[in-house]
């Protein structure tokens, strides 16, 4: 019996020996900066409202989608970057409702790997609004960012918006 277990013992580990060759990926290709990925205008395509109180309290309703009940195919913002590829201003437009700045300058909270658009009036020295990103700002692919409106320190209601570059 013991002769069998060290032969097992010596076979499992000739196994694992064997079975731990290299294996050689393809590249992903060059990285992108998120900068380039967010720079132009953009056109919103759809925009949710999320009743945050409903939600976390486990409401049925909570969603209602906004896009045709406002002018919403009218609603633009768009994102300026140096020639060097770092953020400068930004311009929103249209004739739907706009919970951010109409002008100012924007910038990532992190230029690398961001979760936030920070939106700043020409007046102010710190961010008056800030977008949430959904997902990370890439060429060929909708943006998508998410509005909080804030009551007392609480969330009450955000806008998820979907917006497709222009040409």
């Known amino acids: 019996m013991k002769i069998l277990r ?15 060759e290299q294996v050689e990926y393809g590249k992903l290709g060059e990285p992108f900066t998120k900068t380039d ?3 132009g205008s953009w056109l919103v395509t759809k925009v949710i409202q999320v009743d945050e ?3 976390a309290q486990g409401g049925a309703q909570t969603e209602m989608d906004l896009t045709d009940v406002f002018s919403f195919s009218t609603y633009t913002i768009t994102f300026n970057v140096d020639a060097n590829g770092n953020p400068t201003t930004f311009e929103v ?3 739907a409702p706009n919970f951010v700045d109409s002008t100012g300058v924007w910038t990532f909270d992190e230029i690398e790997f961001p979760t936030y658009v920070e939106l700043t009036h020409p007046d102010s020295s710190s961010a008056t609004s800030i977008f ?36």
């Open 53 to 55: 109180v409903a939600l």
């Open 132 to 167: 949430t990103l959904i997902a990370p700002p890439r060429e060929k692919t909708p943006l998508r960012m998410k509005f909080q409106r804030i009551c007392k320190g609480k969330v009450i209601i955000s806008y998820e918006y979907e917006f497709e570059k222009q040409q």
């Open 93 to 95: 437009g249209g004739d």
């Open 37 to 39: 990925g967010i720079n």
């Open 6 to 20: 060290i032969f097992g013992v010596i076979a499992a580990f000739s196994l694992l020996l064997t079975g731990c």
